[in-house]
């Protein structure tokens, strides 16, 4: 996966860089309690205590929450964020420059649920709007499903997997929640989830509602479709 990386300026001055380069094992015993996963587990984890005593997503949040956790929402930060390619620079609220971070690393994290957003995770665009994120994951999700017709495997075109997928993440964002309630002091890291969770309850109706308006994109390749037999 690609390394990208967020450098953050506060209104106040302070700054702070933070990416998605993983967390060395060594460091799981400094893990803040709320990493746990017994704590606010959530009810679709297959993983168990015994053999993950951390949330995989948690633990890969700590560092941002512990430094927008401090923030409040709509505080105003400079945020560049560097890639191998390019660079992209937007001034915006903590809430959304925490938001565009945590979808990075969530999706990023060794949680089982996230699994189909990782090809998205190493495709990174940084403050995708609502419509560009249905287009990327609906086009990702696609490509898998060649990936697995090719392969021998059953193949979804019907997109009833990333249906249920999205529901799932809807289960594990009202979870985290609950553990940055216990871990932020102000709310930039739990409305930076809130966005996220926003777009997952969104998935499911845009699939079928917003299709529409991006088949409209597509009509040189559907030229003739309806005169087909």
Same mark, same amino acid.
């Given at each position: 996966? /690609?390394?990208?990386?967020? %450098?953050?300026?506060?209104?106040?001055?302070?700054?702070?860089?933070? *990416?998605?380069?993983?967390?060395?094992?060594?460091?799981?015993?400094?893990?803040?309690?709320?990493?746990?996963?017994?704590?606010?587990?959530?009810?679709?984890?297959?993983?168990?205590?015994? &053999?993950?005593?951390?949330?995989?997503?948690? +633990?890969?949040?700590?560092? =941002?929450? /512990?430094?927008?956790?401090?923030?409040?929402?709509?505080?105003?930060?400079?945020?560049?964020?560097?890639?191998?390619?390019?660079?992209?620079?937007?001034?915006?609220?903590?809430?959304?420059?925490? *938001?565009?971070?945590? *979808?990075?690393?969530?999706? *990023?994290?060794?949680?089982? %649920?996230?699994?189909?957003?990782?090809?998205?995770?190493?495709?990174? @665009?940084?403050?995708?709007?609502?419509?560009?994120? =249905?287009?990327?994951?609906?086009?990702?999700? @696609?490509?898998? /499903?060649?990936?697995?017709?090719?392969?021998?495997?059953?193949?979804?075109?019907?997109? +009833?997997? =990333?249906?249920?997928?999205?529901?799932?993440?809807?289960?594990?964002?009202? +979870?985290?929640?609950?553990?940055?309630?216990?871990?932020?002091?102000?709310?930039?890291?739990?409305?930076?989830?809130?966005?996220?969770?926003?777009?997952?309850?969104?998935?499911?109706? &845009?699939?079928?509602?917003?299709?529409?308006?991006?088949?409209?994109?597509?009509?040189? /390749? =559907?030229?003739?479709?309806?005169?087909?037999?």
């Amino acid at each position: 996966m /690609q390394n990208v990386l967020y %450098h953050f300026r506060f209104a106040d001055g302070r700054s702070a860089a933070l *990416g998605n380069a993983k967390r060395p094992a060594a460091d799981a015993a400094t893990l803040p309690d709320w990493t746990r996963l017994d704590f606010h587990q959530c009810p679709n984890c297959p993983l168990t205590p015994h &053999s993950t005593p951390h949330c995989p997503m948690a +633990a890969d949040l700590v560092e =941002l929450v /512990q430094t927008a956790g401090a923030l409040s929402s709509y505080e105003e930060v400079e945020v560049r964020v560097e890639t191998a390619e390019r660079n992209v620079d937007k001034r915006t609220t903590v809430q959304r420059a925490a *938001g565009a971070l945590m *979808g990075l690393l969530a999706a *990023g994290s060794d949680c089982p %649920h996230v699994a189909f957003l990782k090809p998205m995770a190493h495709f990174h @665009l940084p403050f995708a709007t609502a419509e560009e994120n =249905l287009y990327r994951v609906v086009s990702s999700y @696609l490509l898998a /499903q060649y990936l697995r017709q090719q392969a021998g495997l059953e193949a979804d075109w019907a997109l +009833a997997g =990333l249906k249920r997928s999205s529901e799932a993440m809807q289960v594990v964002n009202a +979870a985290m929640a609950e553990r940055l309630r216990a871990a932020a002091r102000k709310d930039g890291a739990i409305n930076a989830l809130v966005l996220l969770d926003l777009l997952a309850k969104a998935l499911p109706y &845009s699939i079928d509602e917003q299709m529409a308006e991006i088949k409209i994109l597509f009509a040189a /390749q =559907l030229d003739g479709a309806a005169a087909a037999p």
